[in-house]
């Protein structure tokens, strides 16, 4: 973008916008700041006391929430026992038929061994008054041994099956009797079913009996009628028994699911609302592979459990309120911190301009801390117009903000001066020739900072800048080239045809570093190459004293430029203090 030169008398207002006039106030801002006094301010003390307080309820609320969790825990605990206790008591009833029955076949075959003889069905009479009702016994073949076996005769018992004569399925017990006779014993349904009613205690269970998963053995408060046989089917499926809620227990439904704990056991939603089986897997014995469990009404059954649920939902309630009220709090605190923190980064880059001015608080302290920090952007700002802003910048960004710091380095120097402005000047006001400085300047400047270079100072009517410090800059010759270029086409295309300005370029070693005293110290650059640079810049007159612009460069700047780059040579040239000639090149 062309920054335009200001022409001789021009003024140097900004238009309608400027500021106000010293010491007049602005009525609306004394009736804000009066507004402002009368407004309550919450001191951080206070606003950190809520905070705690804030805390302490979120603290009870888990301490509260932790008790419910123990009652619960305890509460389950009592349950699981008792389920327990429960299950043992029933498997060990079913343990205990299979167990005497056993021990009557047995007493049978005993008998049978020691008599020789072959039974009858009228012998077996007898023994009908010691099996349970219902039970029937008949007698088959079977391989007659030569001599009697030592051993205890062993029952075999067989899985449900289908049998004439009995509606429902049998499950049978076979005897070898050691004679050439087999007796066989059939258990029909309704024997099961008396043995699920002696599992009963209190009237607010009903016991169960299943073959697998999927086939109902017994189910407590079903008729036998449920449970008829036929040969295809001798245990009805668990799923067609619908009089029950039992046939929805393992379905995969909303709110079902399997209970937590020491005991296998599942919740699962009914007709009649939610219910709670427990059971467990007979893994030995004739029952092996049986289920046997008991049903309750889930409120019956986890009715503790259910107040210790409530507490929780209302600790967990109150958690949920309290860390409301804490997040709420902590970005009412945390917002004005916010704005402090981001207008300090935009301060820390200089950045006065970005920088917002920031609000007044309700918090005392803060409110405090507000105003002194507007009025240090204000006084920062000001200062920045007398030191080089981006050397600033630098220096922070790299740390280099410690006194003393010296070191040599190859850099690329630029002097420029505006010719002929002496004679210009005593033409002109001190208004006009401030204005006509200030946009020269403002021109040179501009061009010197979009090529990232650093102005050390301004003499005059000229411009001392450089290339290569306080940041690393490998290419700082072709950088400075580029800021040359950029600024000989603003001269050059300024209406002002009176503007001359020469410009001198040169590259070398140089000391750069904090120069001065513990009172004051300059950012610097010394050496033989800032005076080739200027002598270059002074060498301009002799070539062209007429031209709008006149730029040259030493070779050893040219030597650092990439291939390409064009030039004048000029041929070795004399400057004045310098014994040796030095190469010289136009550049614009």
């Known amino acids: 973008m062309q920054q335009e030169i200001l022409p001789p008398g021009a003024s140097a207002a900004h238009g309608s916008g400027s500021p106000d006039k010293a010491g007049v106030k602005d009525p609306g801002i004394a009736a804000d700041a009066k507004s402002d006094r009368k407004r309550f301010r919450l001191p951080v003390g206070v606003a950190l006391g809520l905070v705690f307080s804030l805390l302490l ?39 205990q038929f299979f167990q005497e029955q056993e021990q009557l076949y047995r007493s ?9 003889e072959r039974f009858s069905d009228a012998k077996l009479v007898p023994y009908h008054r010691l099996l349970p009702e219902g039970v029937k016994l008949e007698l088959g073949r079977t391989v007659l041994r030569d001599e009697p076996s030592d051993e205890v005769p062993h029952v075999a018992w067989s899985q449900f099956r289908y049998k004439d004569g009995f509606t429902t399925a049998v499950m049978a017990a076979e005897l070898d009797m050691g004679n050439g006779q087999m007796l066989v014993g059939y258990y029909p349904q309704p024997v099961f079913a008396k043995i699920a009613d002696e599992m009963s205690w209190e009237g607010r269970q009903e016991v169960f009996l299943l073959s697998g998963r999927d086939k109902a053995i017994v189910i407590e408060g079903l008729p036998e009628s449920d449970f008829s046989a036929s040969p295809e089917k001798p245990l009805p499926d668990l799923s067609s028994l619908t009089n029950s809620p039992l046939h929805l227990i393992w379905d995969d439904q909303q709110r079902a699911h399997d209970m937590t704990g020491e005991v296998d056991g599942r919740v699962f939603p009914g007709d009649r609302g939610m219910f709670t089986a427990i059971f467990t897997n007979v893994d030995a014995g004739p029952a092996k592979g049986w289920i046997v469990g008991t049903l309750y009404e889930a409120d019956q059954f986890g009715a503790a459990l259910d107040q210790t649920r409530i507490v929780l939902y209302a600790a967990i309630v109150a958690l949920i309120v309290g860390a409301i009220l804490s997040f709420t709090v902590g970005r009412m605190l945390g917002r004005p911190l916010g704005r402090l923190a981001h207008t300090a980064t935009e301060l820390r880059q200089l950045d006065f301009e970005a920088a917002d001015r920031l609000p007044r608080s309700r918090l005392a302290e803060l409110d405090d801390v507000n105003q002194a920090f507007n009025g240090s952007i204000g006084a920062l700002n000001a200062f920045a117009k007398y030191v080089p802003r981006q050397l600033v910048s630098r220096l922070i960004e790299e740390g280099m903000t410690s006194s003393r710091n010296i070191e040599l380095r190859e850099m690329t120097i630029v002097f420029t001066d505006l010719a002929g402005f002496t004679g210009m000047a005593s033409h002109l006001s001190a208004q006009e020739t401030a204005a006509y ?39 700082h010759a072709a950088m400075a080239i580029r800021a040359v270029k950029t600024l000989a086409d603003r001269i050059e295309n300024s209406p002002i045809s009176s503007m001359r300005v020469r410009i001198g370029v040169h590259t070398g070693k140089v000391v750069v570093g904090d120069i001065g005293s513990a009172a004051r110290m300059n950012y610097t ?64």
Not at 444 to 464: C, N, P, R, W, Y
Request: charged letters at 20%.
């Open 108 to 116: 049978i075959g005993v008998h049978a061994a020691a008599s020789g």
């Open 525 to 588: 650059v010394i050496g033989d190459a800032v005076n080739v640079a200027a002598r270059l810049q002074e060498y301009g007159k002799h070539v062209d004293p007429h031209a709008k612009v006149i730029a040259l460069a030493s070779g050893e700047t040219m030597a650092q430029l990439p291939e390409g780059f064009s030039a004048t040579s000029l041929g070795p040239v004399e400057l004045r203090g310098r014994d040796e000639a030095l190469t010289v090149f136009r550049i614009a």
């Open 437 to 475: 400085l200030n946009g020269y300047f403002e021109t040179v400047s501009q061009a010197i900072a979009e090529s990232h270079g650093t102005i050390d100072k301004f003499l005059g009517d000229g411009v001392m800048a450089f290339w290569g410090a306080p940041s690393d800059q490998p290419d």
């Open 57 to 95: 309820v979120v603290i009870c609320g888990i301490i509260i929430s932790y008790m419910a969790s123990a009652d619960r825990r305890i509460a389950g605990r009592l349950l699981d026992e008792q389920a327990l206790a429960v299950l043992k008591g029933n498997e060990a009833t079913l343990r």
